[in-house]
């Protein structure tokens, strides 16, 4: 009796290891497909390469075009022209007009107030015409007597081209060629009138002075005589007649409008 039952333990242990031993091999069996489970993950990892196209922004350097907003630059230009504004109007600062003959008497007769007071009526009429922007001579020559200077009008007045009121240039060669009464407008631009033509220069055709003939150096209005020009002088047809020197006058009122004459000026703008 004790011998069936040995033999069946023993019968039994060896179905115990033998289903053990099974289940070992269904475990490992189950276990191979775990080894196959990276293929999955490899094929969900050959669509990451497509992250590679990202490399398509580099397009973004098409943003470089906007470079052409350097074409901005033109607005210097701008500043250019109000630069060539501002340069023009620099230019035409002052008033046009450089020459006129006065439309009143110089002074009384003769007398003017030397060189200082003829000039300051050529000032005086310039700026009542609008022209007070210029620094203005009379056209006049003084010599040595009664202790004066000599001064020749033509190193008084600057060196030219000048401007009458119209526009109209006085050449620079006034003192070899003569100038027609058309160009020898008063401040206002109106001409001469033919019986106030007696212009008072104290001078020869040269821009001179003509020896003592400027009335004691322009201070006196009954003494001595002084040397005139004609306004209209390319109408007389006389060949002595200079728009600057024609012939000369006594120097009070009465026989400078006797001569037809009232001492007027020539003025002109040295600047």
């Known amino acids: 009796m004790r011998v069936v039952v040995v033999a069946a333990s023993v ?3 060896a179905l115990m290891c033998l289903v053990q031993a099974c289940s070992s091999d269904g475990e490992a069996t189950q276990g191979e497909p775990d080894s196959g489970s990276p293929d999955p993950g490899t094929s969900s990892g050959l669509p990451g390469s497509s992250g590679t196209s990202g490399t398509s922004g580099t397009s973004g350097t098409s943003g470089t075009s906007g470079t052409s907003g350097t074409s901005g ?5 701008g500043g ?15 008033s046009a007009m450089t020459f006129f003959v006065t439309s009143t008497p110089g002074g009384t007769g003769g007398n003017l107030g030397g060189l200082a007071g003829a000039d300051a009526k050529c000032k005086t009429l310039a700026t009542a015409a609008g022209g007070g922007d210029h620094t203005w001579r009379a056209y006049l020559s003084t010599n040595t007597n009664n202790g004066g200077t000599l001064v020749n009008a033509k190193d008084r007045i600057g060196a030219g081209p000048w401007k009458n009121k119209a526009g109209a240039t006085i050449p620079t060669t006034l003192h070899t060629a003569n100038l ?17 033509h007696d212009i008072l220069s104290g001078s020869n055709v040269d821009g001179t002075a ?14 001595g005589q002084a040397r005139v020009g004609h306004t209209d ?9 200079r728009w600057n020197s024609a012939h000369e006058v006594g120097c009070s009122a009465n026989a400078m409008l006797g001569a037809n004459g009232e001492g007027r000026l020539f003025c002109f703008a040295i600047d």
């Open 180 to 196: 027609p009464a058309a160009l020898l407008l008063d401040e206002k631009g109106a001409a001469v009138p033919l019986n106030r």
């Open 73 to 77: 630059t033109s607005g210097t230009s």
């Open 11 to 13: 019968t039994l242990g």
């Open 210 to 223: 003509a020896n003592n003939n400027n009335c004691q150096n322009w201070t006196s209005a009954n003494q």
């Open 80 to 94: 250019t022209d109000a630069g060539d504004a501002a340069t023009e109007a620099g230019d035409a600062g002052k």
């Open 233 to 241: 002088s390319d109408t007389t047809g006389q060949n002595q007649d």
